[in-house]
C-alpha cells in the first residue's frame, strides 16, 4: 500500500498539489506541515517520507499553493440534506472532482478563486470549507485492488468488485448489457479504433476488444476533434481497429448521433451549435435527425 500512496503522493505533486503524509490511525499530520502551505515538497522529500512512514496517507494542503477549495460532505451530520437545499436555493454546483472518503463521505474539489478563502467549519451542517491552510485528507487506496487501468481505487459503501477472471467470463460470455469506451476514432459504419495509434507505443488493447464484441450496446464519449482541430468521426477508421460494426451512439463535447447502418444521425447538438457547425468539425456526412435539439444541461 505504501507503494501506491507514495506514488498518489507524486502524481498529485506533478499536478502542483502540495500534500504531506498523515498517520493512518488518526489523520494527524506525520509533520509540522505549516510550511507547505507555501511550498511544495520535491520528489526527494516525498520519498523520504514513505521510507520513514510507509504506512502513512496523504492530506492535499488546500488554498491558492495547490489551487484548490475543497468541500467536505459528511452525510452522518446531515451533509447531503445540505448539499440539496443549497442546490435548491443558489443553483447546481459546477462539474468538479470529487473523491470518496473512507467514512462514506465526499470531497469535491473546486478551483481556487484567488484572494484569501478562509477555513469554515460548519458553513452548513455536515460541510465543512477547506480554503487557504486546509487540509483534506486524499482516498486512501489499496495496491491489491485496481480497476481496469491498473490505479489503485477506494473502497466505497455499495461498491462490488471482482478479479479478472470472472470479468472475461462475464464479457465474453454476453453477460454485459451496456458498454461506455472512449475512442481515437469512429467510423460512419460504427467501427471503433481506441487501443493504438500510428508511431505511437501501445501496450495492447487490453479488454476493449473483448468489450467493443460482447457487450449488447457499445456507447463511445470522446472529445468531438483531436486537439489539432482534425476529425474523431471519420469515414473509414485509419488507426488499428479494435472491433468493427459495433458502435450504437456516439457522445461527444458537442454532440450526441446515432449509429444506424453506414448513416450517423445527429440527435442533439451542445447548447448553441447548429447542424452546420457539427457537420464543418466531422469527417462522415450527418443526417439529421427529424427531433433534432440541443442537448439538455
Known sequence: ??????????????????????????KRPALPWQAYQDRSADEDEIRSWFRRWPAANLAIVTGRLSGLVVLDVDPGHGGEQSVRRLVAEHGRLPATVEARTGGGGRHLY????????????GLAPGIDLRGDGGLASAAETDSELSNASDKPVTRAPGMCFFDSALAFDMIRGGHIDIVVLGAYQVSEKGDLANWGRPGRPATGMGGAMDLAVGAGRVIVTMLHTTREGGPRIVKECTFPLTASRCVSLIVTDIAVLDVTGNVLVLRETAPGWTFDDVQQLTEARLTPAPDLKEIEL
Open 1 to 26: 500500500m505504501s507503494f501506491s500512496t507514495e506514488q498518489a503522493a507524486l502524481a498529485y505533486r506533478a499536478r502542483g498539489w502540495s500534500v504531506i503524509p498523515v498517520l493512518r490511525a488518526d
Open 110 to 121: 473546486f478551483r481556487h478563486p484567488g484572494g484569501t478563502v478562509h477555513n469554515k467549519v
